[in-house]
T-cell receptor, first 114, second 109 residues
Framework: DAGVIQSPRHEVTEMGQEVTLRCKPISGHDYLFWYRQTMMRGLELLIYFNNNVPIDDSGMPEDRFSAKMPNASFSTLKIQPSEPRDSAVYFC????????????FGSGTQLSVL | DAKTTQPNSMESNEEEPVHLPCNHSTISGTDYIHWYRQLPSQGPEYVIHGLTSNVNNRMASLAIAEDRKSSTLILHRATLRDAAVYYCILSGNNNDMRFGAGTRLTVKP
């Protein structure tokens, strides 16, 4: 398996623009997690899905952020409109289950909002 | 949610063992203890996990206190490639995996 695949690897956009980050989890994994990492706040859990259903979105910072998982092999994290403080590395991770199974992380998307 | 406490940073000499501590005094009976590490410019990677008994794998060993209120990740022979941020995480009934600040390990040649 190719692992968790995220795209794009880098995104540079201007304030106010819509940004869409994409994630393909490992085939067969039924949990998917979105994280955001900054120097100030560290690695934050934004939202996670089980069998394509959002379970906990309490980490989503504002209504400007939304995440979807239309099927088992694809998820998106959208920011609309984007702001400079959204600049961070966004990671997607998947696992077979959680509590006792390991997470597999993608390489991340480096987002810069100017 | 049960939380973990780790030292901000630690140093080790190459080829020596490293013991990374983690306190989790509010751990519940169903919480698993996980360790991940993050190398520079990479996503976190799984290291090891356990529930009650000590665990060994090819990367490290996990020693869990009898009362489960603390644990120690043991790297038996540190290499320069082990320099990373190490995270200790508890996963509980709500099935989320929330990372703390972790311990930044520096390995000196």
């Amino acid at each position: 398996d190719a692992g968790v695949i995220q795209s794009p690897r880098h995104e540079v956009t201007e304030m106010g623009q819509e940004v869409t980050l994409r994630c393909k989890p490992i085939s067969g994994h039924d949990y998917l997690f979105w994280y955001r990492q900054t120097m100030m706040r560290g690695l934050e859990l934004l939202i996670y899905f089980n069998n394509n259903v959002p379970i906990d979105d309490s980490g989503m910072p504002e209504d400007r952020f939304s995440a979807k998982m239309p099927n088992a092999s694809f998820s998106t994290l959208k920011i609309q409109p984007s702001e400079p403080r959204d600049s961070a590395v966004y990671f997607c991770a998947s696992s077979l289950s959680t509590g006792f199974e390991k997470l597999f992380f993608g390489s991340g998307t480096q987002l810069s909002v100017l | 949610d049960a939380k973990t406490t780790q030292p901000n940073s630690m140093e080790s000499n190459e080829e020596e063992p490293v013991h990374l501590p983690c306190n989790h005094s509010t751990i519940s009976g169903t919480d698993y203890i996980h360790w991940y590490r993050q190398l520079p410019s990479q996503g976190p990677e799984y290291v090891i996990h356990g529930l009650t008994s000590n665990v060994n794998n090819r990367m490290a060993s996990l020693a869990i206190a009898e009362d489960r209120k603390s644990s120690t990740l043991i790297l038996h022979r540190a290499t320069l490639r082990d320099a990373a941020v190490y995270y200790c995480i508890l996963s509980g009934n709500n099935n989320d995996m929330r990372f703390g600040a972790g311990t930044r390990l520096t390995v000196k040649p």
